[in-house]
């Protein structure tokens, strides 16, 4: 999402102090697809002509190559963690030309910066690709992947898979926050607007659903007034502002609805939801509990909160990443995302329902 990012912290749930150490990679670990906006892209947005892309640094600054790759953070991204999780290499971007043969097999990251639940959110940003785009390009991936390993064995591979889908923070950010004035502020009150996200959220999981996912996390969104941009451009006391705030309180609880709704359709815990809403937070009135010393303050940056513009080469950059919940404007430290990914694998059914990442993991392994 990058100013992307009102998906803003879509980040899913924190446990003080917990790291994710990454397992080796191991033969057969089950395939890994993804879906979303800056949150999750790993670099998509790298071979697109626009504004919303992470390839200059300091992005990248603490990734095992110290070069930018087209994450929004610092280093590895939430994607990237749950890889190491589920013993797999990281998905690669969709459109990354080395991507073919049997690094097909390890799955794929088809998320693009800036994009939202509505097509027509993110406009700003040109050049993306949006849901409806990554669906369609799912759809190739498959027959790519038929090709190599054939029909049984590619539908095996899609079926016993992980997804992770991560949409909606662009949607208010981005689109219905966007400016004073918004065609979707004229259609919509803010309950209304949430209500229609959810029904068209709806359709996408259910494309996804068609389209052979079944084990499929979906997030919710942050506190959307309360990260760096939000706080510089919004609050006038250092406050999370109120109306990106009102938006996630009515739409994540509607969220989690509908995918409750959702799994009783299909008869079976399809779908689970990850409560990044009540994680962030946590974070946010404590983040001394989690070893930051600042939630409101992006490392990389400039003006009030470093939280004006975009992380670049000549913004303000924090010596030490480890100590920031922010890494930039809109989106989380590598740090952060370690504890993040850490609740998805162990967090209650107050932040992970019906069931966490390691109950998924094995239930899935039982013949």
Known sequence: MMSCSGAVL????????????????VEGARAFFVFGDSLVDNGNNNYLVTTARADSPPYGIDYPTHRPTGRF???????????????????????NPELRSEKLLVGANFASA????LNDTGIQFANIIRINEQLELFKEYQMRVRAIIGEEESHLLVKSALVLITLGGNDFVNNYFFTPIT????????????????????????????LGARRVLVT???PLGCVPSQLATRSTNGECA??????AAIFNPLLLQMLVGLNKELGSDIFVAANANQMHNDFITNPQAFGFITSK???????PYNGVGVCNPSSNLCPDREVYAFWDPFHPTERANRIIVQTLLTGSDKYMFPMNLTTIMALDSMP
Do not use: W
């Open 10 to 25: 879509a980040v899913f749930v924190v446990v003080a102090a917990a790291v994710v150490a990454p397992p080796p990679a």
């Open 73 to 95: 953070s610092n280093g590895y991204n939430i994607p990237d963690l749950i890889s190491q999780a589920i013993g797999a290499e990281s998905t690669m971007a969709y459109l």
């Open 114 to 117: 800036g994009i939202g639940i």
């Open 183 to 210: 065609l979707r502020r004229l259609q919509f009150n803010l309950h209304d607007f949430s209500k229609f996200l959810i029904s068209q959220y709806k359709n996408i999981l259910l494309m996804l659903y068609k």
């Open 220 to 222: 919710g969104t942050g």
């Open 242 to 247: 109120e109306e990106p705030q009102q938006a």
């Open 297 to 303: 303050v992006a490392c990389c940056g400039q003006g």
